[in-house]
């Protein structure tokens, strides 16, 4: 019998002690922004998977790869994380592409809340619900000189878009085939 109760207060005190690294686990995520957005975003954030990479070209810069990640049912391809530059602000965040978009959106607004494990990306807004944080957002596309274009070549829409980085030429390919039916039909709150 005393063994058993031995064995009772040794399970009920590591269990004490395992509560006690959790409580203080999770002060530390709650203290510490980047913790935080890493241990509790993955509650409400979209996955996406890295479906290939591009290069982005800029006139007058070095080639840059961009990774590619596609969910399923979701309007865009997510591209990047890739460094932009306004005025005195340099922030990292990503193109939201689809066939006739290419989405930038200014984070510190809100949705700076990301992180990539191997071969995902895991993102708290990806612009696919209607209440978005990250704005404002604005389609390159829309601007003087952007343009997009199939290359039969290389089965690719090319994008060709002038950002402020400061202002410059962008150009990035990405694969016809990653364009699939689940996207082009996926609800798309950011059309006008």
């Known amino acids: 019998m005393k063994k058993i109760l031995n064995g009772i207060l040794q399970s009920f005190g590591l269990l004490a002690i395992a509560l006690c690294l959790l409580f203080f686990a999770c002060l530390t995520v709650l203290a510490i922004k980047p913790l935080r957005d890493v241990a509790l975003s993955p509650f409400w954030c979209s996955v996406y998977r890295k479906a290939g990479e591009t290069v982005m070209t800029t006139e007058g810069g070095k080639p840059e790869t961009l990774a590619v990640y596609k969910a399923k049912n979701k309007p865009f391809l997510i591209v990047g994380p890739c460094l932009f530059r306004e005025d005195q602000k340099i922030w990292e965040d990503f193109f939201f592409v689809n066939r006739d978009q290419v989405i930038r959106t200014n984070v510190d607004q ?15 807004d990806d612009l696919t619900s209607s209440d978005c944080v990250r704005t404002p957002s604005w389609d390159e ?34 694969p016809a085939r990653l364009f699939t039916q689940d996207l082009l039909n996926a609800p798309n709150d950011t059309r006008h």
């Not at 809100?110 to 708290?124: A, E, N, Q, T, Y």
């Not at 952007?146 to 030429?169: C, G, H, K, M």
């Open 110 to 124: 809100g949705g700076d809340i990301w992180f990539r494990l191997p071969g995902l990306l895991v993102i708290d």
């Open 141 to 174: 596309l829309e601007h003087k000189g952007a343009s997009v274009r199939y290359d039969e070549a290389t089965e690719s829409y090319v994008y060709s878009l002038r950002i402020n980085r400061p202002e410059q030429s962008v150009s990035f390919a990405i």
